[in-house]
């Protein structure tokens, strides 16, 4: 899980709660991710960032918002809009270079009672 | 659009017996490839990647992979199973075009019987 950090690891949330995911890595990398991983659909890109301060949607991005107000950190905030929030969430950062793997976390599990 | 295919939900394969997982793409421009590994409740872990140069690429843990461009595919393999290989897979791809981001197979849950 390198140096990206995923907190918490378990996370309960009644319906019609807002929540909020941490992510920091101390790689220095420029961009950040988050994805959704549901059973057999593998990873969805929610929102991704290249640097600090700019940020653009994934492909299900409705129903989530993100901040990049600093380089290590990345937060992702599930809201109520979001409609099955229920899932396993990831982070992951890397490098600018375009041929470059990206660095996952632990990942986070949101269960929406 | 980029695409990834992982035909193959479950392989199972007795230990000691070689494994093949897999991939094939579909991307404009060409393609930087990636394999992952997972396992229960934790992140994606980097296995390999091919970029460029010799199609055949070698990996953490004894595994390896074979970019063939005309056929588009990239699987995953290792000469000997363990039983502690067994997790999900997962292959992803992204093209060299700028602004592009990585797509990710479904995944392909790897059993290995002792």
């Known amino acids: 899980d390198g140096g990206i950090t995923q907190s918490p690891k378990y996370l309960f949330r009644k319906e019609g709660q807002n929540v909020t995911l941490s992510c920091e890595q101390n790689?220095?990398?420029?961009?950040m991710y988050w994805y959704r991983q549901d059973p057999g659909q593998g990873l969805r890109l929610i929102y991704y960032s290249q640097i600090v301060n700019d940020f653009q949607k994934g492909d299900i991005a409705e129903g989530y918002s993100v901040s990049r107000e600093k380089k290590e950190s990345f937060p992702l905030t599930v809201t109520s809009a979001q409609k099955n929030p229920t899932a396993f969430y990831l982070c992951a950062s890397r490098p600018r270079q375009t041929y470059n793997e990206q660095f996952f976390g632990p990942g986070t599990r949101l269960t929406v009672l | 659009a980029q695409s990834v295919a992982q035909p193959e939900d479950q392989v199972n394969v007795a230990e000691g017996n070689p494994l093949t997982v897999k991939c094939t793409y579909s991307?404009?421009?060409?393609?930087?490839l990636f394999w992952y590994v997972q396992y229960p409740n934790r992140g994606l872990q980097f296995l390999l990647k091919?970029?460029?140069?010799?199609?055949l690429v070698k990996g953490s843990y004894g595994f390896e992979a074979e970019f063939n461009k005309s056929q588009t595919s990239f699987h995953l393999k290792k000469p000997s199973a363990l039983v502690s290989d067994s997790a999900l897979y997962f292959c992803a791809v992204r093209s060299d075009n700028y602004g592009q981001n990585f797509v990710f197979g479904p995944g392909t849950r790897l059993s290995v019987l002792p």
């Open positions: 991307v404009s421009g060409n393609p930087y």
């Open positions: 091919y970029i460029t140069g010799d199609n």
């Open positions: 790689l220095n990398h420029d961009a």
